[in-house]
């Protein structure tokens, strides 16, 4: 199995620098949970690299209360070094840990050019797409009151229908390898009255972008207490050959490949095979039955 969405600092923790001893840790215990081969995927808006690109994508929200806790939650973040965490990665690879070098990249409308120029002077092996944020509404922050508010004052279908389509745009761009959560929006528990819809434009906007999609079990942490995406998405997404990832989107060691098992038996009753894997963002294909590692060279 994989374990390709993983952070290294909970929200609430700030300046605090990678250490190889501490990726050692996560392949450890995912090591005694089956999995073969990690991704570090730590979101860019940690970052200082991506505040110069990105601060103030928020000023053209018309409501002063969002754009306000969109700024200082930015602000709260976007504190580490981009070319420390890159650093630490290779470095842990280096010493023969099992580990790939990965981001979580948000959708930024208008600004993913600007993105995907900054990421092309590093060496990522994977690039996970995501969809936290509609605008400056920050819909997954649970202890948020503002944000979890908004979902009182929006039609929820209108929210997954802003979503879906923030999706397709995202993977239109060709920023990034992987759909992370795809039915991140659901994390609230807040599920659209037509699915199908829903499901239909995801799959297709996979299947014409060519990313694979993530097999998360971090739904199940979350109140939506359901893996990401749905088991008819995901059916959905086996049936049209969307390859799959699987993760467990752990911020601390303790969910590292979390419920391992469980998403192991999803794929089982699909008869997936195989799970994609990335090297220098090239994708390769792994059987997670054998758990047989990936290349150990970076292909050229
Ligand atoms: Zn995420
Ligand atoms: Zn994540």
Same mark, same amino acid.
């Given at each position: 199995?994989l374990d390709y969405?993983?952070?290294?600092?909970?929200?609430?923790?700030?300046d605090?620098?990678?250490?190889?001893?501490?990726?050692?840790?996560?392949?450890? =215990?995912?090591q005694?949970?089956?999995?073969?081969e *990690?991704?570090?995927?730590?979101h860019?808006?940690r970052f200082?690299?991506?505040?110069? +690109?990105?601060?103030?994508f928020?000023?053209?929200?018309?409501?002063?209360?969002?754009?306000?806790?969109?700024?200082?939650?930015?602000?709260?973040?976007? =504190?580490?070094?981009?070319?420390?965490?890159?650093?630490c990665?290779?470095?842990?690879?280096?010493?023969?840990?099992?580990?790939?070098?990965?981001?979580?990249?948000?959708?930024?409308?208008?600004r993913?050019?600007? &993105?995907?120029?900054?990421?092309?002077?590093?060496?990522?092996?994977?690039?996970?797409?995501? &969809?936290?944020w509609?605008?400056?509404?920050?819909?997954?922050?649970?202890d948020?009151?503002?944000?979890?508010r908004?979902w009182?004052v929006?039609?929820?279908?209108?929210?997954?229908s802003?979503? %879906?389509?923030?999706?397709?745009?995202?993977?239109?761009?060709?920023t990034?390898?992987? +759909?992370?959560?795809?039915?991140l *929006?659901? %994390?609230?528990?807040?599920?659209?009255?037509?699915?199908?819809?829903?499901?239909?434009?995801?799959?297709?906007?996979?299947?014409?972008?060519?990313?694979?999609?993530?097999?998360?079990?971090?739904g199940?942490?979350?109140p939506?207490?359901?893996?990401?995406?749905?088991?008819?998405? +995901? =059916?959905?997404?086996?049936?049209?050959? &969307?390859?799959?990832?699987?993760?467990?989107?752990?911020?601390?060691?303790?969910?590292?490949?979390?419920?391992?098992?469980? +998403?192991?038996?999803?794929?089982?009753?699909?008869?997936?095979?195989?799970?994609?894997?990335?090297? =220098?963002r090239?994708p390769?294909? %792994?059987?997670?039955?054998?758990?047989?590692?990936?290349p150990?060279t %970076?292909?050229?």
């Amino acid at each position: 199995m994989l374990d390709y969405h993983l952070h290294l600092w909970p929200h609430g923790q700030r300046d605090t620098a990678p250490t190889i001893d501490q990726v050692a840790a996560y392949c450890e =215990r995912a090591q005694t949970a089956g999995v073969t081969e *990690i991704a570090l995927t730590e979101h860019l808006f940690r970052f200082r690299q991506a505040d110069e +690109l990105l601060r103030g994508f928020w000023d053209d929200e018309p409501d002063p209360a969002l754009a306000a806790s969109m700024k200082s939650y930015w602000d709260d973040h976007a =504190r580490a070094d981009l070319d420390t965490y890159v650093e630490c990665a290779l470095a842990a690879r280096a010493a023969g840990l099992p580990v790939v070098l990965g981001l979580e990249v948000d959708y930024y409308r208008g600004r993913m050019d600007d &993105v995907a120029a900054l990421l092309a002077g590093y060496p990522f092996d994977v690039l996970l797409g995501s &969809v936290h944020w509609l605008g400056t509404w920050r819909f997954d922050d649970l202890d948020d009151p503002l944000s979890m508010r908004q979902w009182t004052v929006r039609q929820i279908d209108a929210a997954w229908s802003d979503y %879906v389509m923030a999706i397709e745009e995202l993977a239109a761009g060709g920023t990034c390898d992987v +759909l992370a959560h795809p039915d991140l *929006i659901k %994390v609230a528990g807040y599920r659209p009255a037509a699915p199908d819809e829903c499901w239909a434009r995801l799959v297709e906007a996979a299947v014409s972008s060519g990313m694979a999609a993530e097999l998360s079990s971090a739904g199940w942490r979350k109140p939506a207490d359901e893996a990401y995406p749905a088991p008819t998405l +995901l =059916r959905e997404f086996v049936a049209a050959g &969307v390859p799959l990832t699987t993760a467990s989107d752990a911020h601390r060691v303790g969910d590292v490949a979390d419920r391992t098992a469980d +998403l192991a038996d999803q794929l089982d009753a699909l008869e997936v095979a195989t799970l994609r894997a990335f090297r =220098r963002r090239k994708p390769h294909d %792994v059987s997670w039955r054998t758990a047989a590692p990936g290349p150990a060279t %970076v292909p050229t």
